[in-house]
């Protein structure tokens, strides 16, 4: 079956700082992927949408500079948190999907990523 | 705008008796709906979507327009059924995007 995976599983970072986070498809290309945020006991949050080759679509609330996503193969996507406080203390999932189109399409999830900022 | 309810975090059942999560959804198209399951200390998987009108692990969940639910079922609850379970939705022309409801965590009792 489709395989998302994330890196780091966890991290911790001093505030102020910027941290990566990679999500990859392992087995199948993604032309599309999602970076959600859930908080303690809470549903997930959609964050942006990203496509392969363009720049990726953020929901209302979130600030992109804050947030950089960068979709740069069909196999990879980052997340960027850059000048990291410690309300940015989150659980940060993303899912991939094979194609773009309409709503039907599977997306698989990853791991999640557990980031701290002290 | 787009909405998934949940009306309850938490559900507890016996093992063997029947269960039923509840969601209701706000969408003015034609909604995709899904069921995803997060079992304790792994990833989200999608258990069954609407379009499919097939059944996964026992659960049956039937699309209903006029009430606008999404209603998750089992006759028999297991065990290893405990887990958090959340009600999705993707809108038409979203290209994938999916709204969550707020997750209900499912506890079976021996």
């Known amino acids: 079956g489709a395989v998302v995976s994330q890196h780091p599983s966890w991290v911790i970072c001093k505030s102020g700082t910027s941290v990566k986070i990679e999500c990859r498809s392992l087995d199948f290309q993604a032309t599309t992927m999602f970076w959600y945020r859930q908080f303690p006991k809470q549903s997930l949050m959609l964050m942006a949408t990203?496509?392969?080759?363009?720049?990726?679509?953020?929901e209302q609330g979130v600030e992109k500079d804050k947030f950089l996503i960068n979709h740069a193969s069909l196999t990879l996507s980052t997340l960027t948190v850059t000048s990291a406080h410690p309300e940015d203390s989150s659980f940060y999932i993303c899912?991939?999907?094979?194609?773009?189109?309409?709503?039907?399409?599977?997306?698989?999830f990853g791991p999640g990523t557990r980031l701290t900022v002290t | 705008a787009q909405r998934v309810t949940q009306p309850e975090k938490l559900l507890s059942v016996f093992k063997g008796a029947p269960v039923e999560l509840k969601c209701n959804y706000s969408y003015s198209g034609s909604p995709e709906l899904f069921w995803y399951v997060q079992y304790s200390r792994q990833r989200l998987q999608l258990l069954l979507r609407h379009i499919s009108r097939e059944s996964i692990k026992g659960f049956t969940a039937d699309l209903n327009k006029g009430e606008t639910s999404f209603h998750l079922k089992k006759p028999f609850a297991q065990e290893e059924d405990s887990a958090m379970y959340y009600c999705a939705l993707a809108g038409g022309t979203s290209y994938g995007k999916l709204t969550f409801g707020q997750g209900t965590i499912l506890t079976v009792h021996p």
């Open positions: 899912s991939a999907t094979q194609a773009t189109g309409t709503g039907g399409d599977e997306q698989y």
């Open positions: 990203s496509n392969e080759g363009s720049k990726a679509t953020y």
